[in-house]
């Protein structure tokens, strides 16, 4: 085995659809061809969003398409005590600071940036004592930061500029999805992050956290998210349709030729990702320039 350590990590919203499927085979090629280890962690820091049973459905489709992981499955729900931690190192080290302002007053700003609106620091300096109600936001430093995706090339964004101090703790207590994945990333040893582009600029974010909390940074791949016939996302909130473990060798031949594999027989799941993962090391993704 190498030193290799990816990963896949589903949201627990619903069950799993095509464009995830895609994730799962894309992050497991890579991994297998690295000789490396492939993790699943279930991603249910918002409990808001967390349907029962979605990540148990999750977990045995997976395993019906072949996907075996390695070690035990890592919940994020479990790990709040781990978040809080890694929080209060920010606190000291006096990266974060409490806001009080709503959406509605951040969104009359009239700040525009790359995900809507810009939080304009409005409570940066205000010194706001804890308080329930308060978010917890990370100071954005001015200046780019910059990386290198192994599918895309060199990447580079001014946090500040284009989304302002982003939270880490919501207004409601719940540990922002930036902050735990960074510290799960980091605590599970992970050296390579494989997903979809729709995720890309969340990296410098991810990217200003590791450095302030003394991590070191993945190696990052980024492809085109799978999109339906009208050119948007598949996702859960836009009614993509589970997958069928029935047809898994169908769903697995249209995984490989969207990732740009050669076409491979139908046979048992396991065999035909054996088989793309011996074609991935020789015609990796980043060689199709996704």
Known sequence: MSAYVGRFAPSPTGPLHFGS???????????????????????????????PGAAEDILRTLESFGLAWDGEVEWQGRRTARYEAALERLRGEGYVYR??????EIADSGLVGLEGAIYPGTCR?????????????????????????????????????????????????????????????????????VRGADLLWSTPRQILLQRALGYSTPRYLHFPVVTDSTGQKLSKQSGA????????????????????????PAAPPGEMLAQAAREYVTK???????
């Not at 799962?24 to 090629?29: G, P, Y």
């Not at 806001?99 to 509605?104: A, I």
């Open 21 to 51: 499927l895609v994730t799962a085979v894309a992050s497991w090629l890579d991994a297998r061809a690295a000789r490396g280890r492939w993790l699943v962690r279930i991603e249910d820091v918002d409990a808001t969003r967390t349907v």
């Open 99 to 104: 806001c009080r302002c709503s959406r509605k």
């Open 125 to 193: 300096h205000l010194a706001l004592a804890p308080a329930a109600g308060l978010a917890e936001r990370m100071i954005a430093a001015e200046s780019p930061v910059t990386f290198v995706d192994r599918a895309i090339g060199t990447v580079s964004q001014n946090v500040a500029r284009d989304i302002g101090d982003f939270v880490v703790k919501r207004r409601d207590g719940l540990h922002a999805y930036q902050l735990a994945v960074v510290v799960d990333d980091a605590e599970q040893g992970i050296t390579d992050v």
């Open 241 to 264: 349709h589970a997958v069928d473990p029935a047809a898994a060798p169908d769903l697995l031949r249209h995984a490989f030729a969207f990732l740009g594999l050669a076409p491979v």
């Open 284 to 290: 990796p993704l980043q060689v199709r320039g996704l």
